[in-house]
């Protein structure tokens, strides 16, 4: 739920440059939606975290530390969503009923996220989580990880390829230079892509493997999952640079905020992972 109501807010700050009265913001309301773009872009980076490295670290095995792991992301993932909902929630409240209401619905909504998300995680410090030792995940239990997973990423994946459809059709969109239309359709062939290799281990269980579960099809489907968060990163930053450009108008930055998505989510969908395989491998060589 968390994913997609993520990759929903992120597919507003895509489309909102684009709409027509987005020239009548102020320029503080220009920057903060920039900003947003950044937060939004590292949400979803720590919220795809976990799958990552449950597939190239732990193999999808179900273990403790990978059980602490996915703790610390969720942790790491709401204050920053909760950032960018007040911010949002902001900017519309300054539309409509001006800049003191905005104040108070953003410094409102940031407290009553962080009274229901963190409080009882805070009173709940001393649980222990129920996990599986490291020889103890039968296939069928990974089978069902590396699936759930898929499903967990290919609805926000729908939405934004929703959102980028959707851009075409504006009139800012129209307004924009060729080759800057065309780096928005080269990410939105990226995000297709993505979107269709979600959808494959799903099918490939069913149709291939009529629905047994067998090593080979979980390899399959991890490499599968894997591939589709490399076409998604590069979507996504492809994409930051097109709706960066519009925003502030300045090519540098478009190139920044760009190079920024695109190393922060290969750092943590790709490098940080291989990095820490290497470390166990090591450690157990």
């Known amino acids: ?5 993520a990759q929903v807010l992120l597919g507003f700050q895509f489309q909102a440059p684009f709409q027509d009265a987005f020239g009548q913001l102020s320029q503080t309301e220009k920057t903060l939606e920039l900003l947003l773009l950044v937060i939004m872009t590292v949400v979803i980076g720590l919220l795809i975290a976990p799958s990552a490295h ?10 403790a530390s990978l059980d602490r792991f996915v703790a610390q992301m969720s942790e790491l993932t709401l204050a920053p969503f909760s950032t960018a909902l007040a911010l949002n929630l902001a900017i519309a409240a300054s539309r409509t009923v001006g800049i003191t209401s905005a104040w108070i619905t953003g410094i409102a909504s940031c407290a009553f996220t962080t009274l229901l998300w963190y409080a009882p995680a805070l009173a709940n410090k001393g649980g222990k989580p129920v996990t599986t030792s490291d020889d ?10 590396v699936l759930t997973e898929a499903r967990v990423i290919l609805p926000g994946a729908q939405a934004m390829l929703g959102f980028q459809l959707a851009i075409v059709l504006t009139s800012g969109f129209v307004q924009l230079p060729s080759q800057v239309k065309t780096i928005h359709g080269f990410a939105l062939g990226l995000i297709a892509i993505s979107t269709v290799l979600l959808i494959t281990p799903a099918t490939y269980h069913r149709l291939v493997y009529a629905g047994n579960n067998e090593p080979s099809f979980h390899r399959l489907a991890s490499r599968l999952l894997l591939s589709a968060s490399i076409f998604l990163a590069l979507g996504l930053a492809a994409d930051t640079y097109v709706v960066a450009l519009k925003i502030s108008e300045n090519s540098r930055i478009a190139v920044s905020l760009a190079l920024i998505a695109l190393v922060v989510l290969a750092a943590l969908w790709i490098v940080w992972p291989w990095l820490l395989r290497r470390k166990t491998e090591r450690e157990h060589a």
């Open 136 to 145: 103890k995940t039968p296939l069928e239990a990974k089978i069902d990880y």
């Open 54 to 63: 449950h597939r190239i670290v732990y193999d999808g095995r179900a273990t």
């Open 1 to 5: 739920m968390l994913m997609l109501g």
